[in-house]
């Protein structure tokens, strides 16, 4: 199986850009959840999405969004970029399988976003 | 709040020794799972422990949880110098989404 795959992996913009991000998960996975890590703050939940549907959501403010296709493909955007915004953005998916409880994450290798 | 946490320290240790990291969370969880990064790529799932068992084995990976203390320890024996990375452990509180609180990560550095 192909695994989690995000695009682009590098890219940079200006202050006030907005961007997108790409996310396809591993084949039949339904869930597909979005994490902004930074040297400062590690790792933070930003959303989720099940079949199109936005489940859960962090602390973010709503300059950061997303959403989910019916094939699970999944982008998130972030509108009026700020410097505080360079991170690498990691999506992970999940076969969600278990009965509702939380089970292992696959995540894919990030993309990583330079504001300037 | 912040669930997840690590010790916050930096290991650094022989090929063939035993590394282990330590990770404390705050509120009730359903399960805990470490995970491995490597330079800044994208996160590896190791091993998962529900919040019912107390040790697991996977590999040369060792989890032990300790729900009453709310912490958990990570355990690698026989380290390689392709263990060099950064661990981190990630909480599940709730039912029904896979929302996860990370710690602040181990950077583990295998000296060939």
């Known amino acids: 199986k192909a695994g989690v795959t995000q695009t682009p992996r590098y890219l940079i913009k200006t202050r006030g850009q907005q961007v997108t991000l790409s996310c396809s998960p591993i084949?039949?996975?339904?869930?597909v959840s979005w994490y902004q890590q930074t040297p400062g703050q590690g790792l933070q939940f930003l959303f989720e999405?099940?079949?199109?549907?936005?489940?859960n959501k962090g602390n973010f403010p709503g300059r950061f969004s997303g959403r989910q296709f019916s094939n699970s493909r999944s982008e998130m955007n972030v509108s009026t970029l700020e410097l505080g915004d360079s991170a690498l953005y990691l999506c992970?998916?999940?076969?969600?399988?278990?009965?509702?409880?939380?089970?292992?994450?696959?995540f894919g290798e990030g993309s990583r976003l330079t504001v300037l | 709040s912040q669930q997840g946490e690590e010790d916050p320290q930096a290991l650094s240790i022989q090929e063939g020794e035993n590394a282990t990291m330590n990770c404390s969370y705050k509120?009730?969880?359903?399960?805990l799972q470490w995970y491995r990064q490597n330079s800044g790529r994208g996160l590896v799932h190791l091993i998962l422990?529900?919040?019912?068992?107390r040790e697991k084995h996977s590999g040369r990976l060792r989890v032990t949880l300790d729900t009453s203390k709310k912490s958990s320890s990570l355990l690698i024996t026989a380290s390689r110098a392709a263990d060099t990375a950064s661990y981190f452990c990630?909480?599940?509180?709730?039912?029904?989404?896979?929302?996860?609180?990370f710690g602040k990560g181990n950077q583990v550095v295998v000296i060939p």
């Open positions: 992970a998916s999940s076969s969600d399988q278990t009965g509702g409880l939380t089970g292992e994450l696959f």
């Open positions: 084949s039949g996975h339904r869930s």
């Open positions: 999405y099940f079949s199109e549907t936005q489940r």
């Open positions: 509120t009730s969880i359903n399960n």
């Open positions: 422990i529900r919040s019912n068992e």
């Open positions: 990630a909480t599940a509180a709730d039912y029904g989404n896979n929302r996860l609180a």
